[in-house]
């Protein structure tokens, strides 16, 4: 089985900064594809950001330009740097991750339990 577990959020004012990170743990071969996703009361869950394990990204337009995913392969770890936040970016941010547990199994997504980011204006 594999866990991934978020840390980061919280509560901050219009224009600061928080870094999500997002720590897998459990049966883990490789890791391929990560992303963040988010999700607002009453909406639907939407993408933010993406990485392949070839390090290719990509970002929803509303984060262009302030939102940066990363990886540390080493540490199974996935960090999304979000910037110049407004209190539109307000939602549980959720990672996933495609995981292979052994070089023999297909890749399964796995999801985190989502961390709470709110900010104030």
């Known amino acids: 089985q594999v866990q991934l577990v978020e840390s980061g959020g919280g509560l901050v004012q219009a224009g600061g900064s928080l870094r999500l990170s997002c720590a897998a743990s459990?049966?883990?071969?490789?890791?391929?594809?990560v992303g963040w996703y988010r999700q607002a009361p009453g909406t639907q869950r939407e993408v933010v950001a993406g990485m392949d394990n070839g390090g290719s990204t990509n970002y929803a337009e509303s984060v262009k330009g302030r939102f940066t995913i990363s990886r540390d392969n080493a540490k199974n770890t996935v960090y999304l740097q979000m910037n110049s936040l407004t209190p539109e970016d307000t939602a549980v941010y959720y990672c996933k991750a495609e995981v292979r547990s052994h070089w023999f199994t297909r890749l399964t997504d796995y999801w985190g339990q989502g961390t709470q980011v709110t900010v104030s204006s």
């Open positions: 459990g049966n883990i071969f490789s890791i391929n594809a």
